[in-house]
């Protein structure tokens, strides 16, 4: 399985040598850039999560986000904001205002690296912008 962990205090982790990881979902495929987000976005602690790989059965990846309550490493909701689009993988997003309105949107690239010569590889830059609802509007 592939999984999101956390650090919970990373600079005890630094000084002692020791790093213990604490499992926050193993649910993303193949997770690659993991953003905290400010409490702010959210109204609440989150993480920000691009996920999917070329390797085959990762390939789908998605764009999420994961809040939790303050006092907890497991989240307590689960936020897929992107639209699944088959064999596309994302391997970082970003909050941005993208449209001057004083929300942050995603921004976020995709691509496509099929195994087979005669399928042809292709990207995107995604835009997901902000609802007025983040958290349970359409992104």
Same mark, same amino acid.
């Given at each position: 399985?592939?999984?999101?962990?956390?650090?919970?205090?990373?600079?005890?982790?630094?000084?002692?040598?020791?790093?213990?990881?604490?499992?926050? @979902?193993?649910?993303?495929?193949?997770?690659?850039?993991?953003?905290?987000?400010?409490?702010? @976005?959210f109204?609440?602690?989150? &993480?920000?999560?691009?996920?999917?790989?070329?390797?085959?059965?990762?390939?789908?990846?998605?764009?999420?986000?994961?809040?939790?309550?303050s006092?907890?490493?497991?989240?307590?909701?689960?936020?897929?904001?992107?639209?699944?689009?088959k064999?596309?993988?994302?391997?970082?997003?970003?909050?941005?205002?993208?449209?001057?309105?004083?929300?942050?949107?995603?921004?976020?690239?995709?691509?496509?690296?099929?195994? &087979?010569?005669w399928?042809?590889?292709?990207? @995107?830059?995604?835009?997901l @912008?902000?609802p007025?609802?983040?958290?349970s509007?359409?992104?």
């Amino acid at each position: 399985k592939d999984e999101v962990t956390v650090v919970t205090d990373f600079g005890t982790s630094v000084n002692t040598g020791s790093f213990d990881d604490v499992l926050v @979902e193993d649910n993303t495929l193949w997770p690659n850039m993991v953003t905290m987000l400010p409490k702010d @976005e959210f109204g609440q602690p989150s &993480l920000l999560v691009a996920g999917g790989f070329l390797v085959p059965g990762k390939t789908t990846g998605s764009i999420d986000v994961f809040l939790f309550d303050s006092e907890s490493t497991t989240p307590t909701q689960h936020i897929k904001l992107s639209t699944d689009k088959k064999d596309f993988f994302y391997h970082k997003a970003v909050m941005h205002d993208m449209d001057g309105d004083g929300d942050n949107d995603v921004l976020a690239a995709r691509a496509t690296d099929p195994t &087979l010569p005669w399928q042809k590889k292709a990207s @995107e830059l995604l835009w997901l @912008e902000r609802p007025g609802d983040p958290v349970s509007g359409n992104w």
